[in-house]
Nanobody, 123 residues
Framework: EVQLVESGGGLVQAGGSLRLSCAVS????????IAWFRQVPGKEREVFSS????????YYADSVKGRFTISGDNAKSTFYLQMNSLKPEDTAVYYC????????????????WGQGTQVTVSS
């Protein structure tokens, strides 16, 4: 059974930083993609960052480029999202997701999902 467990959310002031972690277990593929999504109430969930375990290639949406960094420790099957210069508009529930296809996650789809963690940025 594939499991993704996120941690690291919380409340931070604007301009501050947080690091989210996503521990992955049970994935049978050697290579897969990890993506971070976020969702604000009343809006669709959006993918804003992803990383491929195959070649380490990464993707960032314009809204987070230059502020967020995705990384992974394949040996620990743990992936990280370092979020700097946080803004109130970054407030959302953040989800870690995994899929065998990098293409699918870039289109906003994923097979496996974590439970979500709340990130709140106060102004």
């Amino acid at each position: 059974e594939v499991q993704l467990v996120e941690s690291g959310g919380g409340l931070v002031q604007a301009g501050g930083s947080l690091r989210l972690s996503c521990a992955v277990s049970g994935f049978t593929f050697d290579d897969y993609a990890i993506a971070w999504f976020r969702q604000v109430p009343g809006k669709e969930r959006e993918v804003f960052s992803s990383i491929s375990t195959f070649d380490g290639s990464t993707y960032y949406a314009d809204s987070v480029k230059g502020r967020f960094t995705i990384s992974g420790d394949n040996a620990k099957s743990t992936f990280y999202l370092q979020m700097n210069s946080l803004k109130p508009e970054d407030t959302a529930v953040y989800y870690c997701a995994a899929d065998a296809s990098s293409g699918r996650v870039l289109l906003g789809y994923a097979t496996y999902w974590g439970q979500g963690t709340q990130v709140t940025v106060s102004s």
